[in-house]
């Protein structure tokens, strides 16, 4: 993963919750928080699925409609859709506006208001 990402990369959550960045800056901070999200998370991703990935009149930059595919803790398979925003600048990632599905990540771990 540090090869995708530039070592000036910005990773951006344009839609977050308390107590979570909506903006991490350098290579290092951006796989620090992927990795400890991804140890601590009670869903594990096992795939992802592209659905469409659409031009921009930006050079280098598209979006991709995507869904994130996985199980639980208790081995319930869960599906996240999701959007990203992509930049890349020689061959890695500079730019990533991670649109996240906050409802599906609270009703995949269970703590969706009921």
């Known amino acids: 993963m540090a090869r995708l990402y530039a070592v000036d990369a910005v990773h951006e959550f344009p839609f ?11 290579r290092e901070a951006i796989l620090e928080f992927v990795i ?12 992802y699925h592209t659905l469409s990935i659409l031009d921009t009149t930006e050079p280098n930059t598209i979006v991709v409609e995507q869904e994130a595919i996985g199980k639980d803790r208790a081995g319930r398979a869960f599906t996240l859709p999701n959007i990203v925003v992509l930049t890349v600048r020689g061959g ?12 599906a990540v609270a009703e995949a771990v269970g703590t969706a208001d009921s």
């Open 16 to 26: 977050t919750r308390p107590g979570v960045p909506s903006r991490l800056e350098g």
């Open 92 to 103: 890695q990632i500079a730019h990533l506006r991670d649109y996240v599905n906050l409802i």
């Open 36 to 47: 400890g999200s991804w140890r601590d998370l009670p869903l594990k991703y096992e795939r």
